[in-house]
């Protein structure tokens, strides 16, 4: 079960994944675009309709609001409530620019427009725009109104030098590639050399745009930060979000937001040097801005100190530098609990249980204490995450099902009620590990299926729907595996190609689907016994999954008939798993080790392991693996019957047990395997010996027959040819005893079909499940 | 040597070119270049009469030209630079191009000086550029292609594209410009702005010429490897330059870097006497005379600067020493801001400004300076060192690492950052890594003398005794050595420890000796008698077996046990 609980950054400057960014006391600057929200505003005065004057009302607001737009926007956004009015906008504006700057000043000194007395009281959005306008206006010097005119003059034109067609308006448009050099004589910015050619030389038939206003420039990150949160395919690509950022900070140093979204940049590409330096830097300046901002400065200053040691315990944590991680985490909390930040400290507290359970420690009592704690402190978000933390340990652990069950529930009302859709959407993803794991596949698929056709509950910005979390990952993955237990595997190549597709290979949570397509390709390769293409897997399944790989490798050695070394392997991975307690591969070691015992005829040493392995399997809930269990202890009793001499009826019984909830939510192949057992079970109860004649029963014998063809059904599906040839002979066997000469011939057409196809002898009685 | 000798055989012909390309800048409004050849030729001996080179001779197009250039090269000295470009735009010769060009250049970078103070915005501030330098990129990118530029215009060239951002092309024009012209010491200067490490120094191809030298001796500074650039300026004063002012500061310069303060005291007070107007360099001096902690020399200092002009980033920089040496940090950090505002890209002084806030406790503001003092250039490692400090004072040993290391980065031989270093690990209580820090700190030549004590001090906490008293033993050596009485000596506290450490080893002659030694300190006296009388017991125990027993007991000694040490020699 991946780890679900991945916490997500905590930043004080972030509600919403929108970073907030007016730190700099904003003043209201006259600028071209605001002007022309004057001139629209002006021309509402002149004769308009009521039913479109009041559209228009209702456009006044985001145009007051918003970032600055160009003119061909907001041309556009006006000529949809009114075409009239805009025509008029434009022109008055045309008056301007193409005039002389007596024109703008005679159009503020018209300033504020009397006609709208009655709408626009002194005090009401529109009258305070307008005040504030003219107190900026009357603020400027000569050389300032001058530059303001000629940014007007621009600002008209560049609309003009574009045909209107080319204009699109979505809001993503907004380019800030600036063209400019600056004042900037920095001698170490080799790396912007290139770039800053490439724009330059663009510039040089285009005009240049005009400057780059605050609001802008915090809408641009407001966005990036909320697509990266979101969906990180929206955003910018890395590089040339970087040259954005490079070229914003070039004009405003003090711009730390900047520096903040850099740092989640870097972080996208794993570049530790640079996020860890852009982490620090934003640190930096959100001090100074924290004293300067506010009035209990101290309080903000040191608040922001202790988030920026938190902040890079997760950064060490993210690149896997545990020590490290570990030293600023202790830092933060020193500093938290000198200051007495109890909700800091809480942060913390739920950092330390998960870095602990990243190092690979038992970190349970932390985590109860983090839960406590933060109830107390009426910290939701922390509580839920750690009641979900211990659920997932308690899943490995072995608590009983329906406590973890519960705790689940309970924790979901709590999510509803205040609707923190992140964590319902971790419950449902941790819920379909679950039940995954206790081998309830049906119930796996539709938690995860759930999860999946949920609306989310966040509200929808930049028409993003937020999917890209690890719970979306996991659950997908999921399903994908699901899916090819059931052998459907152009469904599973769909949800690949989606997974590839939201999650790109470079991202946080790529390597998940990365492991699962793995497993997935290797699984297929085996069942289709073509060992030479999953060989070559195992590497890369090792750079990912450590143990998965060392696992996967005991399996094809094993399939390879190399049976010391694959020996050795598990006796390896035995340690290793009795010192992780990881049960479900511990088990399934267990049974890897009884099937080399197989070979052996080791069928004594096999039983204890497998009956260690049931009692584990029973122990913890899992079904699917007890199943399993059974049938190699079925197998194992069966072939030692056939030395020994014993009673098939028995292990026939024992079957019974298994075969149910095999039936029920097993994968294809364990449905095949489990049938083929019973079939051969079946015809040891018959008395059937090939090749002799004696006593059999001929009414059991069909029902052999039945199984076998339902196994036939299941293998095929997989294009399991080995044991499709075995199924195939043992089918001829038995029509040869029932006396059905043409089926008997069918069959054997078949098995000698398959067998020139395999080339491969089979082996003596097949000595495999 | 003997290929430096040759080359500077014949001064008189050095200081030919000197006059003649002090001539050719004037004519050019070039005054920073003019400046340092004349201080240069000064240091020369005076050329006999008919040796003096004459003036360039006349082209037919000089002469064409002679009353526009005139007329333009007037306005220019006055800073009318819309003017002067405007009457120089029809002439063809190329003096009167560079100037052409050259006014446009200098009208933009006003204009641009101009413009940051009123802007439409906060965010604008930073957006305020040199409209010139694009056309003029364009213009001039033209006639490099056609390869018409002669030295001087390359070099304009090079400064607008470095304006630009564009430094891969810089470099290549700006060494394209000094072969054309080697003399020309400004595109030299550029290109040691642009000069970032010794790699890339070692790549560019330069011509052969005896200057050179001097850019080397200068990069070698830049690049903070003093002990080659205190060679290569060894060797140019022996080949002749001795008197030259620029040298002797520079070399002052060297040493305040690898902070031999005497040393650079002493040329800094004949840098006084023999140029007592001068203002460039004098904030080193003052920081050097801050770090003796010489108030009256400072004050004095501080004083002349002001008369002679108080509108200098120097002047400013000397009085924020002065008044933060008298603990005025206020009136400190007023005139670092006011040098600010003189020249904003003044590093030492953003760098000051952090010091002065760390002084009044105002860390915020301190990291603000810092900060910006890292925008100005990233290799400064005092800023980085500063911001460690502020953390550090913050309590967060683990967050200071980061800035200790980039200082450490940018000074990989400076003992300070590496006890830094060394302090922050022993804090987060990462023992190891603090002791190669302070064993690392030791190696490169400690300037404070605590690296050792503090490495005893961790040995000793570890519970190695015998590293722990080599460290101390090397610790008094290096104390007593060093000649003079540093404040924070712990020689009682080492002799305490060596003491105890050798009768612990039954070695009762050394351990008597540092007991003795130890009677000298106020501090460890008592323990030192102490010790004495377990000495004298033990050894009155001893005698009466055997004397013998001794002996194979001190060739049984570890093999790391610390050679007995002769303290006789020392006198503390």
Redesign the interface.
């Known amino acids: 079960m991946a780890s679900v609980h991945e916490s997500l950054y905590f930043n004080p400057m972030m509600t919403n994944g929108v970073v907030h960014a007016n730190v700099?006391g904003?003043?209201d600057?006259?600028?071209p675009y605001k002007i022309s929200v004057l001139a629209l505003l002006y021309e509402m005065t002149a004769k308009v309709s009521l039913p479109k004057r009041r559209r228009l009302n209702e456009l006044i607001l985001p145009l007051l609001q918003g970032p600055d737009l160009s003119f061909g926007q907001l041309v556009r956004t006006v000529e949809e409530y009114c075409p009239q009015t805009a025509s008029s906008v434009v022109l008055r504006l045309h008056d301007m620019a193409d005039g002389e700057l007596r024109d703008m000043e005679q159009f503020f000194s018209t300033l504020p427009f009397t006609a709208f007395d009655t709408e626009a009281y002194k005090t009401s959005v529109v009258g305070l725009f307008m005040r504030h306008m003219l107190l900026a206006y009357n603020k400027?010097?000569f050389?300032?109104v001058y530059?303001?005119y000629k940014?007007l003059q621009q600002y008209y034109h560049s609309h003009y030098a574009k045909p209107l067609s080319t204009l699109n308006f979505d809001g993503s448009d907004m380019d800030l590639t600036?063209t400019?050099?600056?004042?900037?004589?920095?001698?170490?910015?080799?790396e912007?050399?290139t770039p800053?050619?490439e724009s330059?030389l663009r510039?040089?038939n285009a005009p240049s745009k005009g400057?780059?206003?605050?609001k802008q420039?915090e809408y641009f990150l407001a966005r990036q930060a909320y697509l990266l949160k979101n969906d990180e395919n929206k955003a910018l690509k890395p590089a040339a979000l970087q040259e954005e950022l490079n070229n914003m900070l070039?004009?405003?140093?003090d711009?730390a937001e900047a520096h903040y979204l850099n740092y989640l940049n870097s972080m996208r590409v794993q570049d530790i040097f640079l996020s860890?330096h852009s982490l620090?830097?934003y640190f930096?300046?959100l001090?100074?801005s924290?004293?300067e901002g506010k009035s209990n400065g101290d309080e903000g200053?040191g608040r922001s100190?202790r988030y920026?040691?938190l902040n890079?315990a997760s950064l060490h944590c993210r690149f896997g530098h545990y020590q490290?991680a570990d030293?600023?985490l202790?830092?933060a909390i020193?500093?938290a609990q000198?200051s007495n930040d109890h909700v800091c400290l809480q942060h913390c507290l739920s950092w330390l249980y998960t870095l602990e359970q990243m190092k690979g420690s038992d970190s349970t009592v932390l985590t109860e204490d983090s839960v406590k704690m933060a109830a107390h402190f009426c910290l939701r978000y922390l509580a839920s995450l750690g009641i979900q933390s211990l659920v997932q340990q308690g899943a490995t652990q072995g608590k009983t099902a329906h406590k973890l069950m519960d705790a689940l529930k309970d924790t979901d009302i709590l999510h509803w009620k205040h609707s923190l859709s992140e964590l319902i959407e971790i419950s449902l993803a941790q819920t379909t590990s679950i039940w995954r794991m206790y081998g309830k596949s049906t119930m796996s698929a539709q938690q995860a299926q759930l999860l999946l056709n949920m609306s989310s509950l966040e509200p929808v910005n930049f028409g993003v729907h937020q999917n890209n979390t690890e719970a979306f990952a996991v659950a997908l993955c999921h399903l994908a595996e699901l899916h090819a237990e059931q052998g459907l595997y152009s469904a599973v190549s769909e949800i690949h190609q989606h997974l590839k597709t939201q999650f790109p290979p470079h991202t946080q949570h790529a390597k998940l689907w990365m492991l699962c397509d793995l497993k997935i390709q290797f699984d297929r390769h085996m069942n289709e016994g073509k060992y030479h293409l999953a060989e070559p897997l195992i590497v890369a399944m090792s750079a990912l999954d450590k143990t998965q790989g060392l696992y996967r490798k005991a399996l094809v050695l094993k399939a390879l008939n190399q049976s010391t070394e694959a020996y050795k392997v598990l006796q390896r991975l035995q340690v290793h798993c009795d010192k992780t307690k990881c049960t479900e591969l511990t088990i399934r070691v267990m049974l890897s080790t009884a099937e080399l015992h197989w070979e052996s005829s080791g069928f004594s040493t096999a039983l204890p392991l497998l009956l260690q392995a049931l009692a584990l399997a029973r122990q913890h809930h899992l079904q699917s693996l007890a199943s399993e269990t059974i049938l190699h202890l079925a197998f194992t009793q069966m072939l030692s019957l056939q030395l020994m001499l014993g009673v098939p009826e028995q292990a026939l019984n024992f079957l019974h047990e298994a075969i149910e909830p095999v039936l029920a939510h097993g994968s294809v192949m364990d449905k095949g395997r489990a049938l083929l057992l019973t079939a051969r079970c079946q015809m040891a109860v018959a008395g059937f010996k090939p090749n002799r004649q004696g006593h059999t029963d001929l009414k059991m014998l069909t029902l052999a027959v039945d199984t076998l063809n339902d196994a036939t059904t299941y293998f095929s599906k997989l294009n399991c040819t080995e044991r499709l040839r075995e199924i195939h002979h043992l089918q001829a066997q038995l029509y040869h005893a029932l006396g059905q000469k043409s089926q008997c011939n069918k069959s054997a057409m078949l098995f000698r079909l398959l067998d020139q196809e395999l080339q491969t002898p089979a082996l003596p009685v097949s000595m495999r499940l | 040597m003997a290929a430096l000798c040759s080359e500077f055989g014949d001064l008189a012909e050095i200081k030919k070119q000197l006059i003649s390309v002090i001539y050719l800048c004037k004519e050019r409004g070039l005054q920073h270049t003019a400046k340092w050849a004349s201080e240069l030729a000064f240091a020369l001996d005076p050329l006999p009469k008919d040796e003096v080179p004459p003036a360039p001779e006349f082209t037919e197009e000089d002469a064409k030209d002679l009353d526009a250039l005139t007329l333009a090269k007037s306005y220019f000295d006055l800073k009318e630079y819309d003017r002067a470009a405007y009457f120089l735009k029809d002439c063809c010769s190329k003096k009167a191009y560079f100037l052409y060009m050259y006014s446009r250049y200098l009208s933009g970078e006003k204009k641009?000086d101009d413009?940051?103070v009123?802007?439409?915005?906060?965010?604008?501030?930073?957006?305020?550029?040199n409209e010139a330098?694009?056309e003029l990129r364009?213009e001039l990118s033209k006639k490099h292609t056609a390869s018409e530029l002669d030295g001087f215009t390359l070099y304009l060239y090079g400064v607008v594209l470095?304006?630009?951002?564009?430094?891969?092309e810089a470099v290549e024009v700006f060494v394209e410009a000094i072969h054309a012209l080697p003399l020309h010491w400004g595109a030299w200067l550029e290109l040691s702005?642009?000069v970032?490490s010794t790699e890339m120094l070692k790549s560019l191809s330069l011509p052969d010429s005896w200057i050179r030298e001097f850019f080397m001796a200068h990069m070698y500074t830049e690049l903070q490897m003093i002990k080659e650039a205190l060679q290569k300026y060894q060797s140019l004063i022996e080949a002749g330059f001795s008197k030259s002012t620029y040298i002797i500061s520079q070399i002052a310069v060297a040493y305040h870097n690898i902070r031999d303060i005497d040393q650079a005291l002493s040329l800094f007070y004949e840098l006084r006497t023999q140029d007592p107007f001068r203002i460039d360099n004098m904030d080193t001096f003052s920081n050097l005379l801050y770090v003796k902690g010489m108030k009256p020399e400072l004050s004095f200092l501080a004083h002349n600067l002001v008369e002679i002009d108080k509108y200098r980033v120097e002047t400013c920089c000397v009085i924020g020493n002065y008044y933060s040496l008298r603990s005025q940090h206020e009136k400190a950090a007023l005139y670092f801001q006011r040098a600010l505002k003189l020249n904003p890209?003044c590093l030492g002084a953003w760098t000051l400004m952090g010091h002065e806030y760390m002084e009044m406790k105002n860390?915020?503001?301190a990291?603000?300076a810092y900060?910006h003092a890292i925008?100005?250039?990233?290799?400064d490692y005092r800023a980085w060192y500063g911001?460690g400090q502020t953390y550090e004072i913050?309590?967060?040993?683990?967050?200071c690492l980061?800035?200790y290391r980039k200082a450490h980065q940018l000074r990989p031989n400076d003992s300070r950052m590496l006890v830094a270093l060394g302090e922050s690990y022993e804090r987060?209580s990462?023992q190891v890594e603090a002791k190669k820090c302070y064993w690392r700190a030791y190696s490169v030549g400690d300037v404070e003398k605590m690296a050792l004590l503090k490495l005893a001090k961790l040995h000793e906490q570890l519970n190695e005794s015998d590293d722990a008293a080599q460290c101390y033993m090397l610790y008094i050596q290096d104390i007593f050595s060093c000649g003079e009485q540093l404040e924070h000596a712990e020689v009682s506290t080492a002799l305490r420890y060596l003491g105890q450490y050798y009768f612990k080893n039954k070695l009762y002659d050394e351990a008597s000796l540092c007991a003795q030694r130890c009677c000298d300190y106020n501090d460890a006296r008592e323990e030192g008698k102490a010790l004495l009388r377990q000495i004298s017991q033990v050894r009155d125990q001893i005698e009466t077996p055997s004397a013998d027993l001794f002996v194979p007991l001190s060739n049984n000694t570890p093999v790391r046990r610390v050679s007995p040490l002769n303290l006789i020699s020392f006198t503390p």
């Not at chain 1, 400019?180 to 080799?190: A, L, P, Q, S, Y």
């Not at chain 1, 400057?211 to 605050?214: A, K």
């Not at chain 2, 925008?375 to 290799?379: A, D, F, G, L, P």
Request: proline share 3%; glycine share 4%.
């Open positions: 700099f904003i003043k600057w006259v600028t400027l010097s050389s300032q530059k303001l940014s600036s400019e050099d600056t004042v900037g004589d920095r001698m170490d910015k080799d912007l050399d800053l050619h330059e510039s040089d400057p780059l206003s605050q420039a070039k004009f405003n140093p711009f860890a620090l830097h930096d300046r001090i100074l924290g004293n200053y100190l920026a040691a890079l490290q030293l600023a202790q830092e020193r500093i000198e | 641009k413009e940051t009123d802007s439409l915005g906060p965010l604008e501030k930073g957006q305020v550029r330098l694009r364009v470095r304006k630009l951002d564009l430094l891969k702005n642009l970032t890209r860390t915020s503001a990291i603000q900060r925008e100005v250039n990233k290799r911001l913050l309590k967060m040993p683990f967050y980061y800035y987060l990462q």
